[in-house]
């Protein structure tokens, strides 16, 4: 695998310098947002609203980072958490096997924490209801608030390898917000994803009935949370692999702290 993981970092670093491929990526990225594309996926039958380079890069990471938590912010139709917490349990399935053990479900201590301001009761029926439900525990109230923030912390003081994802309000206050909460439970060597970054290098007419748009989104806010933070670097690498994301300059990876 050593030759194999030279050669996708080489391809990596040729991808990043050809700019008609970038440049056709950037396109597509920008012309399917309007038409609702990444609306238009599932993972294990709940819509996830993703799109399927970010999911397999966050499948990548997971496998990478080998978590006991991810904390999520924003729930919508559960599909991310659905996916997080297959990923979960395809680990703890692999410990199993690797050590020899069968495989209890009474006994996981994986878990995914997803937040939402509003979770739907559809929803959340539809969540609890789904086999992988075992690894997941939802939190309703807003990210930034102090009350659900100690919740989190209180979940996070349980665990010793934690992954954090930011996808719910998508203003520069907010995330900067949830960075300044969230992020320091990344354990070293793990990642705080941050999505809808792409906001940023979008016109401001795509955002017409939203608070946020160019200057005033999760891009503006990483770049201010990096300012005064060193324990974090952003991974372009990721970003670079992809071409196709909503997260540049969102995957950012703790080196420090």
């Known amino acids: 695998m050593n030759s194999f993981n030279e050669d996708v970092v080489k391809r990596i670093i040729q991808i990043s310098s050809n700019n008609e491929l970038c440049e056709a990526g950037k396109y597509f990225l920008k012309s399917s947002i309007k038409p609702k594309y990444s609306y238009n996926f599932c993972w294990l039958g709940r819509p996830i609203i993703q799109y399927p ?35 979960l349990a395809m680990l703890d399935v692999c410990d199993a096997f690797s050590s020899g053990r069968g495989f209890d479900q009474r006994r996981v201590s994986r878990r995914v924490l997803g937040i939402d301001i509003d979770i739907r009761e559809h929803n959340f029926q539809a969540i609890e209801a789904h086999p992988l439900a075992p690894y997941i525990e939802m939190i309703q109230g807003s990210s930034i608030d102090p009350q659900v923030i100690s919740m989190v912390k209180d979940t996070a003081a349980k665990h010793s390898s934690i992954l954090v994802c930011l996808d719910s309000n998508h203003t520069h206050e907010h995330v900067l917000a949830e960075l300044n909460a969230y992020a320091p439970l990344v354990t070293k060597g793990s990642y705080c994803v941050v999505f809808d970054t792409i906001i940023e290098d979008l016109p401001e007419s795509m955002f017409p009935d939203r608070p946020w748009g160019p200057g005033n989104n999760p891009k503006t806010a990483v770049w201010e949370y990096l300012k005064t933070n060193k324990d974090f670097e952003i991974d372009r690498s990721i970003q670079h692999k992809l071409l196709i994301t909503v997260a540049p300059d969102g995957f950012l990876k703790r080196i420090a702290g």
């Open 53 to 87: 380079q970010d999911i397999v890069a966050m499948q990548e990471l997971i496998w990478l980072t080998r978590p006991d938590l991810i904390i999520e912010t924003g729930i919508a139709h559960g599909g991310s958490l659905i996916f997080s917490a297959s990923m």
